[in-house]
Structures are given as structure tokens and as C-alpha cells.
């Protein structure tokens, strides 16, 4: 391979990969493997419940207490993946550059030196395989084979080349070999870890022929769309400025059909939106980051709980209640599925 900076650029190929996948009526396990230890949850006495189950006659306390989430609420998803291939030709290395990306596959901002490590993996599945477990958030880590990883400290470009494996079963692959179920990923990660959809990312088509050995990432290098069905699901009704924890464990099917199998693992994120029609909020559920005025975080730990209180906004301001304008969402985002519990808010 080249110097660096005078490798061959290749573009990638027409083919894009994209799938479109309803709500299925199978269940996979949700990933443990990938699941990260966060911040120890503080405790929390509350004075009443309101169950999530009920409908619109759901009694509302006014001194806040516990909302128990039940599969009643929880709307349906429908994620769209799309990734680019890039044929790669077959030699000691490949260099991949992401510095003129400035969104992420979900549409929000992203700021190219913020990635820490990137990732060469091996799949032991086809691509449209890969791209299909991404859209059913049923990826697992078990799927990949191999793979490396290079710090980048910053940097906005990287080179995969002498590197150092960790391996499944299959031992240290041979490098980007041309093989029959098998896909190769590159994919980038920020300090926090993150998921597929945080960064670009693509696949690498070793059996091409044909290629370079340096690909650039960019804005249409990976797609990510959500859409979201709120108007068959019963929405959380909630007094306003009440303080309260939300609790899950109710739950037994995310929104995107999938079994709950562990404690969950991920943020929780309360989203305003300035739209009161449901027709509007459902098209802005494939943008929540674009479309949301008012926004809290927080994040939960191998649990089924947390108290709002917790969350803070991107002024570092905790959450102090519901206001009764717009419309409230309450999203479980995991790390392999964004709005993995999405659900509704009434405030009274």
C-alpha cells in the first residue's frame, strides 16, 4: 500500500444496501455482550403509582410517584438501514477517512474528531444479514468473528494495517479475504462507546476485483430511519412539574419486537416536541434530534427503573417536570437500537 495521504480512493458501489423491516412477530434475545456498566442508580421513594396500562382514565397524582411503562404503551417501530460498499482491492492494508462527515447515520450532528477508535470487523454472515439484524436491533457480538482496533486520538483518518486481532473461534482471518457469508465492517466509535448509529460506517467488498485501498465516509455513507405508530398505543398520563420515576419492568416486548430478556442497559431520554397533532410527532420520531426543542437524559444501568430526576439537559439542567405544551416522548435508547421502548406522554 501507498504512502499515506496517496492511496487510491474508491467510491463506493450503486448497490446499496437497505431494508425496511415492520415490527416482527419473532424475538431474539437482547445483546448482553454489548451492554455497558453505567452509573449506579440512587434510590427513590415515590408516593403514589400510575399504571401505563390504563387509558385515558388513568387516575393522575398530583405529588408525583412511579409511571409503570406496560407493552399497552409501547409503540410500534419500523427501522430502515442503509450501508454503503465499498470495493476494496485486496493488498496489506486499508486506510478509511471520515473528515468531511458531518451527521450521523440518524441524522444528527457529528463532529468528525470526536472518534476515538475505529473498528475493522469480521461478520460470519452476508451483508444483507447484517444489515437486517441492525434494523431488528438483533445484532450480536457473537455475530462477529474477528476483528481490530485502532485508536485514533483524534484523528479523521485511520489505517488498518499490521494489526492485532482478537479472534472467535475461527482464529485470526485471513485479511479481507473474498469468502462465501461473510462481511467485512469498518466502523467508528466516540469516547463513550456508542452504537453503529452514533458514526459513520460501512461494509468492505473484498471480492470485487476491483478498488482502492483507501474509502471515505460521508454523510450518505450509512442511513438510519425510524417511524414509529403512537396513535394505537395508550399514552402515560402525568401530572405537570410532578416528580417521578419511570419504571419498565413491566414491559415483556420493545418496540421493535423484540423480547426483554435482561435489565436494560442505555439511555432514557425525555423528548419535547412543539407539535400537538399526532401525525406531526410521528413524522418526527424518524428525526427526534432535529425536531426536539427540550430534551433530558439519562442513563440506565443493567436496570427496569429510573427516577426522572436523573436526567439532565444539554445545559446540564435537571428535569424538573412535564410541561402540558407540545407533546412528550419517553425513549430507551440501547446500544443497537435507537427508540428501543418509545412511548407517549399526556400531561394533565
Known sequence: ???????????????????????????????AALLVVGLALGSCVCEATIDGSA???TAVVEGGGTIRISDANVAPIAIAVAAESFPIAVGDGVCVEWGSATRTPLGSPFEPSTIESAYLIRFGLGKAEVTERLATCSLMQTDATAGAIVETLGATDVCFTDLDWWAGAVGEPAWLACEDD???????FGPDGGSFYSAPFAFLDPCSGTGGDTVRLSDDGATVAVAAELE?????????????????????????????????SGSVVLAHLPFDELDDVERATADLI??????????????????????????????????DDGTWLVSLDSELCPEWILTRVSVR
Open 290 to 323: 432535529s425536531y426536539t426543542d427540550v430534551r433530558f437524559e439519562g442513563y440506565a444501568s443493567r436496570t427496569f427503573a429510573l427516577s426522572l430526576s436523573e436526567t439532565v439537559s444539554d445545559d446540564g439542567e435537571a428535569f424538573a417536570g412535564f410541561s
Open 232 to 264: 394505537s398505543v395508550d399514552a402515560l398520563t402525568v401530572h405537570r412539574d410532578a416528580p417521578y420515576t419511570i419504571d419498565w419492568s413491566g414491559v415483556t416486548e420493545t418496540s421493535s419486537g423484540e423480547s426483554i430478556a435482561a435489565g436494560y
Open 55 to 57: 387509558t385515558g382514565d
Open 1 to 31: 500500500m501507498g504512502d499515506r495521504g496517496t492511496g487510491t480512493r474508491t467510491s463506493p458501489t450503486s448497490d446499496t444496501l437497505s431494508v425496511m423491516l415492520a415490527r416482527p412477530t419473532w424475538s431474539c434475545p437482547l445483546p
Open 182 to 188: 461473510t462481511a467485512w465492517m469498518v466502523a467508528l
